[in-house]
């Protein structure tokens, strides 16, 4: 599956809400690892939508047309699954619908996925309609990432609003910062950006690094000194070689200069010279930063040059919304201005 119009992942967040609202079903697909699962969490969540989660691999025709029963008078019906919310049943408390979310949708049979057209286009399970405040959403993997995936037909294809999800380095950052991941994971990333979605389809390691092993990874290390972290664990959660480099990148945390002296002192405070220190740092520096500190860190961080200054600033504005029209903030990253790609711009300004 090929296009040329590849989006982030907030970018499919509002695509997907646009055709939703449209009546439309959007279908998220991207490589695994890149939040299509968590995309309708947070769809689900700011709409106080019910999700009802339904892995379309592990399901049955049946399940999607109602099992064929005889009534009083002979005449066959399908009796309508449980699984879904139908017209005229009441909304669950504290909701104000639900979101039906197909997973794993393009690795269902064909049989599966035929029976999927009408819940997908007419909202409808066999004879009984969906409620009306049910949304349908759909996901599944891109063909050329090796996953377990059946071609969809072009009869299914036309019935479908189709969002390729593709990975945003700066996305995934401002991600990292929002979900509050572990302070080293952050800072091994903004040093290797390449590792924030390191998979090859082709790969023969056990795992591989991504957005959701790199979380795995957050929630392992949060509560653990570094000198604690565990290799095989480490391995086991991003593979062999690039644990291997989170667990040597982890020890630039033991040696770096404290928080309240950088701001007693910030223009002789020492700087480290390696980048991986330096990265640690200013993920330490976003971590700990308050909007009243803003002169005395910036004093620091601007004796860092430019490529350690972006991510803070980019990364203290996505902790500290609303800090972009402060003053003091402004005049810290104007002279930044020059060294920005127009993405870069937007993630500080």
Known sequence: MTTMYSVDIDQAYNIAVDYMQAGITPFLTSSPGLGKSATAW????????????????????????GLPMRNDQGRFFFAPSTMFPYEGDPIPDGYDGWLLFFD??????????AAA????????????????????????????????VTQQGTAMQSRLGHITIEHSEIKFMEHMIRANFDVRVRGFIDFLPQYGHNFDPDHSDRTFSCP????????????????????AAVAGLISDGVGSEFVTYIKEYQNLPRYGDILKNPKSERVPNEPATCFAVISMLIDKFEKPDITFVGDYVDRLSPEFQIPFYRGIKVR?????????????????????????LDAVA
């Not at 969540?45 to 049955?60: A, C, E, P």
């Not at 794993?104 to 996925?113: D, G, R």
């Open 117 to 148: 057209y009408q819940p997908v286009l007419d909202h409808a399970v066999g004879q009984m309609k969906l409620h009306e405040n049910c949304m349908v959403l759909a996901a599944g993997n891109l063909s050329t990432d090796r996953a377990i």
């Open 320 to 344: 500290n919304p609303g800090i972009e029209k402060d003053p003091k903030y402004k005049a810290r990253i104007a002279h930044l201005t020059r060294f920005l790609t127009d993405s870069e």
């Open 104 to 113: 794993e949708f393009n690795s269902a049979a064909k049989s599966v996925q």
């Open 212 to 231: 959701r092993t790199l979380e795995f990874l957050s929630d392992y290390v949060k509560n653990k000194k570094s000198e604690d972290v565990s290799i």
């Open 42 to 65: 947070k769809i689900a969540k700011d709409f106080n939508l019910k999700l009802i989660d339904i892995r379309l691999s592990q399901v049955t025709s049946a399940d999607l047309m």
